[in-house]
């Protein structure tokens, strides 16, 4: 019994401890937020500037003189094309434009430019500046003019909100020339000696239009404390109701919102139902930002409506919820200015929920803005702050070491002996004092970081291990042998380590204008709220159909086609799809086709693998996009898809395409898909590295192997791809020896295996000796030894370049990519063929809506669709989603730089398609095998592969008299 009381008593005791837990959450006051709070504001300048201003006894001020450059007087030089017209000087893409001027005074200026984007791609105008003909400081090898955006008005179907199209802006800016990665805070600085100078502006990419240039002193903001007195005294301080604006819709306070890249993008969140619009399973776009504005120099302005000229406190809503324990920093302009010095630099801290974030004193004590009666423009602008110096000093720290770690392996090789003295300290006397000299660096870095931060975590962890492997070394050097690849591995953590500290995200919801101790709206729902809407968000996962993209009524009626989109696939070619591609398809079919063509499409997301399941249930889709090039053939040969060359406006529908890429979707005399995306390799090169050994880029295989001995003397090495990594490889080499995989013409083509050719054989043998008799890596990661240098050249997809482009900062500008080396031909021509990889979108036969279905793809494959469709991915999903389009036309108009694109265009060109032959996968089988065997065991690759030639045949030949083909006697 007294047992029975105590369960009572206890269980009671619980229940009033829960309440009383629920009870302070609910009452919880979730108005308070955090404070955005200036940084240090510390101006930092990098090694190569700050070698400039000592050079040239920079004092720390410019001079007031105005220095306006006619920009009539111009030279244009290397192929680019200047107009004069009625606004300013409009430039091409390509090529230098000089202008000669006259300084009337020796000193120090500010350079002032304005200009209008001109219609190109959805890229930043970029620019190298050099000043009488020399490139001054590292910063002047990219000078970045930005383009501006604006998003079309929301629009709602069934329900759920559509991703509006972004628009581009064409107006005029100006701007002082300052550090492309805003780490600096203020901008450059250029010396002027007195009497003629020149300016050049050599194009990278986009063309742009100036209307000004003017060498003169950019003014600084004013301090807070020394203005606030006197702006109280000649305005108001506001005193009536909050003014709250959406930060991802012109809707309340906010009338129109512009961006100054096509990437930051408005986000559907359901974290939190206080979010504004909010539903909690249908799409809702109720933010902007987070992890799409997080780029040095990315900024988003916003139009706010003011009832009354006065002072007024700001206050975003929002949340920097990616990065723990790194503070997104931006800087602050209220209608085109800086207002105040400490607004160059405004914190937002950490936090996973939404917060209030008060532009406010370290104090806590919020400022006060003076805003004009009507419209004003607020815009925050992506800066690093006080992490500028940081980033600085590591990326300097991680180079020396880097350096250090090459010169190592370049007396020790990859992989050291430990049983050999490499005299290490003797061999690189500066060894230790390098050692040293970086383990100070690095602990004096962790000092900045905890200021900066708060904390030590995991930010400070890499760099506190480094350390102690750099403190370790400078005092035993020659353990440097049994560390060389923790020394490796560490120096690679470091590099993604300074990816990821240099990405400020910020997610916003809401801006408030408010008056002082004016309460402000609650920015977090409580603990019943959060949990009455997470209930009702988690049954609708039952009910909510995941792979259903187009959710209208309308696509059940006879009036509807169903397409399938293959979710990711075999082909490790191409980028991943993902519900986010699939609703900006949606997007464009909705806005698009079905408004032209009065079709309707059921889109649905579906894994490659259902599709031949359904094809062979008789349950399949009019229409697959998204479909690999093995599995297209493999349905053409069973019979599963139409042949598209038999259709009206075929040939209109492929002119634009190459050979290859069609040849890549034949099977017979049909060909049975229109290519989407096509994927091919290059030659990737670290030019900085060739040039220390004095090695030129290889264009031919003879000149691969004539640069290896530069290349092993300095312990580096040369990439090629394994048969594994890359079954095309070998076929490649195949045509560039001028041979052929199979044997036949027309419908007797792939007949039987061609590999016992003399050129067959030839190339197999030159691709196995580089692994046998040269030594090469066949199973090696190359991006990350690309960015430490082990291996400045090799041949990888050219879609790498994305990879490198957005996680390899630290080795930007020092590489780039070219074609493929080649074979020589009796005509002195180089064959550098390479046998490409498609994506395509194909017509299923057991489509009753063929002709319907046809339009479909048209339109999909169309030149426009695939750019839009190409750009929006791009602007969503950032760099490291840019698309490998098969359409020349759209390659032409994506973010590539003029050198980029020449060299993509050149190979593209070079390439090989191979049409679908029955039992094609034991040729590649075959082939991975006597690689293999000729790699890893060291037999002989003639012998080899001619005795596997056999099964290849064997099999072509059962397979051809399963699809009653003819076969070799």
């Known amino acids: 019994m007294k047992s029975k009381k105590s369960l009572i008593v206890l269980i009671v005791a619980v229940l009033v401890v829960v309440a009383a837990v629920i009870a302070v959450i609910f009452y919880k006051n979730h108005s308070k937020g955090m404070n955005a709070v200036p940084a240090s504001n510390t101006v930092v300048y990098d090694t190569s500037y700050k070698k400039y201003l000592d050079q040239k006894g920079y004092g720390g001020t410019t001079l007031k003189a105005n220095l306006q450059i006619d920009l009539k007087e111009y030279q244009a030089t290397d192929g680019m094309t200047a107009e004069i ?9 390509s090529g230098s434009i000089t202008w000669t001027f006259t300084a009337q005074e020796e000193g120090f200026y500010n350079l002032e430019i304005g200009y209008i984007p001109q219609p190109g791609t959805t890229s930043d105008i970029q620019r190298r500046l050099l000043l009488n003909g020399e490139v001054c400081y590292d910063g002047l090898e990219q000078v970045v003019f930005k383009r501006f955006w604006a998003d079309e008005a929301i629009k709602s179907k069934n329900g759920n909100e559509i991703r509006p199209n972004t628009n581009e802006v064409y107006k005029e800016s100006k701007v002082f020339v300052e550090d492309a990665k805003r780490r600096i805070g203020e901008p450059y600085v250029f010396y002027l000696k007195k009497g003629t100078n020149t300016l050049t502006l050599e194009a990278i990419k986009e063309p742009v239009e100036y209307t000004s ?9 004013p301090d807070y404390a020394l203005v606030i007195d006197s702006l109280k005294n000649q305005y108001r301080v506001y005193e009536g109701e909050n003014i709250v604006g959406q930060a991802e819709r012109s809707e309340g306070g906010t009338s129109y919102i512009e961006k100054n890249s096509s990437s930051i993008n408005i986000q559907k969140n359901y974290s939190d139902p206080l979010l504004y619009p909010y539903h909690p399973y249908k799409i809702k776009y109720n933010t902007i930002g987070a992890n799409n504005w997080k780029q040095p120099g990315n900024s988003i302005s916003w139009d706010v409506i003011a009832p009354k000229e006065g002072l007024y406190e700001i206050t975003f809503k929002g949340r920097q919820s990616l990065k723990r324990g790194v503070t997104s920093v931006r800087r602050l302009y209220i209608n085109g200015t800086v207002p105040y010095a400490q607004m160059n630099a405004v914190n937002f801290d950490y936090s996973s929920d939404m917060v209030n974030y008060t532009v406010s004193q370290a104090d806590g004590t919020p400022y006060l803005f003076y805003l004009k009666e009507g419209t004003n423009t607020l815009t925050l602008e992506c800066v690093m702050g006080d992490f500028g110096s940081v980033i600085n000093d590591v990326e300097e720290s991680m180079y020396a070491l880097n350096q250090l770690y090459l010169n190592v392996t370049q007396i020790t090789g990859q992989t050291p002996d430990k049983f050999i003295d490499y005299q290490i300290a003797k061999k690189i006397p500066e060894f230790q004092e390098i050692m040293s000299t970086e383990e100070v660096r690095l602990n004096q870095i962790i000092e900045k970081l905890v200021a900066i931060t708060g904390e030590k975590g995991e930010n400070t962890s890499l760099l506190e291990k480094m350390a102690v492997e750099a403190k370790g070394l400078a005092k035993n050097p020659e353990s440097v042998i049994v560390e060389v690849a923790q020394l490796k591995e560490n120096i690679s953590a470091l590099a993604t380590w300074l990816v990821n500290i240099s990405e400020m995200p910020l997610e916003l919801d809401s801006l408030i204008l408010s008056a002082p101790e004016a309460k402000l709206p609650k920015a ?19 009910f909510a159909k995941s792979s259903q993209i187009s959710q209208s009524e309308s696509t059940t009626g006879s009036n509807t086609i169903k397409v399938w989109m293959v979710n990711g696939g075999s082909a490790t070619n191409v980028q991943s799809i993902g519900r986010e591609q699939a609703q900006i398809i949606q997007n464009l079919i909705d806005e698009k086709f079905t408004p032209e063509t009065n079709i309707n499409i059921d889109l649905q997301l579906i894994p490659v693998d259902v599709v031949l399941r359904a094809a062979l249930a008789g349950n399949s889709p009019d229409a697959v996009i998204g479909l690999n090039q093995a599995t297209l053939q493999d349905f053409a040969m069973r019979g599963a898809v139409v042949d598209l060359s038999k259709l009206e406006g075929f040939q209109e529908a492929t002119d634009k395409y190459y050979q290859s890429e069609l040849d890549a979707a034949r ?8 290519p989407e ?13 060739l040039k220390a050994v004095g090695a030129k880029v290889p264009k031919t295989w003879q000149e691969v192997k004539d640069i290896l001995p530069a290349l092993k003397k300095n312990n580096y090495e040369f990439f090629l791809p394994n048969a594994s990594g890359a079954p095309n490889f070998y076929p490649s080499l195949v045509y560039q020896f001028g041979g052929d995989l199979f044997k036949g013409t027309g419908n007797d083509y792939g007949i039987a295996s061609d590999l016992g050719t003399d050129a067959a054989m030839e190339a197999f043998k030159t691709y196995t000796d580089f692994f046998t008799n040269y030594g090469f890596n066949p199973n090696v990661d190359f991006p990350t030894r690309f960015r430490t240098g082990e291996m400045p050249i090799g041949v990888v997809k050219y879609t790498t370049y994305c990879q490198l482009e957005v996680f390899a900062p630290e080795i930007k500008g020092l590489w780039s990519f070219t074609t493929l080396p080649g074979i020589t031909d009796e005509n002195g021509q180089i064959n550098n063929s390479y046998v490409l990889e498609t994506i395509n979108s194909a017509i299923l036969n057991t489509s009753d809506r063929k002709e319907d279905t046809w339009k479909f793809i048209k339109w999909w494959t169309d030149t426009e669709t695939q750019l839009q469709y190409a750009n929006t991915v791009e602007s969503v999903m950032g760099t490291s989603a840019r698309y490998p389009a098969a359409d020349p036309e759209v390659i032409k108009r994506l973010p590539w730089s003029n050198a980029e694109l020449t060299q993509i265009l050149a190979q593209f060109e070079a390439t090989e398609g191979i049409p679908a032959v029955p039992g094609n996968y034991m040729l590649t089988r075959m082939v991975l095998y006597s690689f293999n065997n000729v790699v890893a065991e060291g037999a002989n690759p003639r012998e080899t592969l001619y005795l596997n030639l056999k099964t290849i045949d064997k099999e072509i030949t059962n397979k051809r008299r399963e699809f009653h083909l003819s076969v070799e006697e």
């Open 85 to 93: 017209q009625e606004g300013g000087l409009v430039t091409g893409d």
């Open 667 to 674: 099977y017979l005399e049909g060909i049975y898909g229109i």
């Open 677 to 689: 995306q096509a994927d091919f390799m290059m030659l990737f090169t670290r030019d900085d590295i």
């Open 524 to 542: 977090k729902s409580n603990f019943i709220e959060g949990a009455y809407y997470g209930t009702i968000r988690f049954f609708s996962t039952f």
């Open 213 to 221: 240039i003017e060498f003169k002193k950019a003014e600084k903001a």
